[in-house]
């Protein structure tokens, strides 16, 4: 563990080396949950138009096409946003596999996605990562509480969707 808060306190690569990406990923997520948004850029980019096709086709339940669709944008993506577009591929993906009945490979990339967005709280580029996260949280307490009824019980949560982020006076003072 001391090794890795030591890794975590050095200038970290923005971009994975070959074979170095799951380790760069954890490193890079260590320092966003060490540090808080203040290991993000001082000025976040405009968000690719991609990222509306995506949200478009997440918000539709088209789950693999919106995996697809971020994909694109997150290889070309530098740490630490690329983590951003790496947790709403893996909360796509999640859905994808809850919507096929994979109630271990929803839990397992559901319970990723939230990890890994939870350091955008409460929203990145637009988008109110919050609220997403809430509706997978909803769905993860479904899966760990009844795996027999989740099925059924699905149908009367609402859909989870990505929605813009309404930033009010407030929000933008406690930052």
């Given at each position: 563990?001391?090794?890795?808060?030591?890794?975590?306190?050095?200038?970290?690569?923005?971009?994975?080396?070959?074979?170095?990406?799951?380790?760069?990923?954890?490193?890079?997520?260590?320092?966003?949950?060490?540090?808080?948004?203040?290991?993000?850029?001082?000025?976040?980019?405009?968000?690719?138009?991609?990222?509306?096709?995506?949200?478009?086709?997440?918000?539709?339940?088209?789950?693999?096409?919106?995996?697809?669709?971020?994909?694109?944008?997150?290889?070309?993506?530098?740490?630490?946003?690329?983590?951003?577009?790496?947790?709403?591929?893996?909360a796509?993906?999640?859905?994808?596999?809850?919507?096929?009945?994979?109630?271990?490979?929803?839990?397992?990339?559901?319970?990723?996605?939230?990890?890994?967005?939870?350091p955008?709280?409460?929203?990145?580029?637009?988008?109110?990562?919050?609220?997403?996260?809430?509706?997978?949280?909803?769905?993860?307490?479904?899966?760990?509480?009844?795996?027999?009824?989740?099925?059924?019980?699905?149908?009367?949560?609402?859909?989870?969707q990505?929605?813009?982020?309404?930033?009010?006076?407030?929000?933008?003072?406690?930052r």
């Amino acid at each position: 563990m001391v090794t890795l808060l030591l890794e975590v306190r050095m200038d970290l690569p923005t971009r994975p080396l070959k074979g170095q990406r799951r380790s760069l990923d954890l490193l890079w997520l260590a320092k966003l949950e060490q540090d808080g948004r203040g290991a993000l850029p001082p000025v976040i980019p405009q968000p690719p138009p991609a990222l509306r096709l995506a949200v478009t086709e997440f918000n539709e339940g088209q789950y693999w096409q919106c995996h697809e669709t971020l994909e694109e944008i997150w290889m070309s993506e530098e740490y630490p946003l690329r983590l951003f577009y790496h947790g709403l591929i893996k909360a796509a993906v999640g859905l994808l596999h809850l919507e096929r009945n994979n109630l271990s490979g929803a839990r397992l990339k559901l319970k990723d996605a939230e990890r890994t967005l939870a350091p955008f709280i409460p929203g990145m580029m637009g988008l109110d990562v919050a609220d997403l996260l809430a509706g997978i949280k909803q769905r993860l307490t479904l899966i760990d509480d009844n795996l027999v009824l989740v099925k059924e019980s699905l149908d009367l949560l609402p859909a989870v969707q990505i929605h813009d982020l309404a930033i009010h006076d407030s929000d933008i003072k406690e930052r």
